[in-house]
């Protein structure tokens, strides 16, 4: 079994980060909901600073899974219809699109209060800005709430396409993303 990949498959590292990701950014839609339902400001400042905590975390496991992709051989595409192909490859860029503007609308959402970024209560990342700029703080908040609002029918569309591979197809495209092959 391969920690790395080869043109067959993936290995156990990128595996590994593609579910710890989606594991990931799960938690944070939840975290946001939980956050966006409670009950009074205390509750909210401490769901918001988890919400904060996991992402920072999260973003860790992202920056490591890009470097590990560009340093690593993609597994041979198995063959598809064309127009499936372009689909997929369009749920994946909406997919990173939607966490690149999560990570950025996120922490401006925070910093623009003039507050820093608590991760843990074991480090602050300081806001960039000496005071509230309430403009921005509005911006970014409806446009991260916007953004989540794109989370479950690209997992939908995701789950369905992993489906279509697993039960119509029956091609190893989920398998290669479930356990590490034999070469």
Not at 140 to 154: M, Q
Request: contains cysteine; charged residues 15%; glycine residues 4%.
């Amino acid at each position: 079994m391969s920690l790395t990949n080869t043109r067959a498959a993936y290995g156990w590292i990128a595996i590994a980060l593609h579910w710890i990701s989606a594991v990931g950014v799960t938690a944070l839609y939840f975290l946001g909901e939980r956050m966006e339902d409670a009950a009074d400001r205390a509750e909210k400042i401490a769901a918001r600073d988890l919400h904060v905590s996991v992402a920072m975390l999260l973003i860790a496991f992202l920056a490591a899974r890009l470097f590990w992709s560009a340093s690593q051989p993609s597994p041979r595409p198995i063959e598809q219809n064309r127009v499936l192909r372009i689909a997929a490859h369009a749920v994946q860029g909406l997919f990173l699109l939607m966490i690149a503007v999560l990570i950025v609308t996120g922490p401006l959402a925070v910093w623009s209060t003039g507050q820093p970024l608590q991760v843990f209560d074991l480090l602050a990342i300081p806001s960039p800005f000496a005071a509230r700029v309430d403009w921005l703080h509005e911006v970014c908040e409806e446009v991260h709430g916007a953004a989540t609002k794109l989370f479950w029918p690209l997992i939908g569309l995701h789950v369905a396409g992993a489906v279509k591979h697993l039960v119509y197809d029956r091609d190893r495209t989920l398998q290669r993303m479930l356990w590490v092959r034999r070469a």
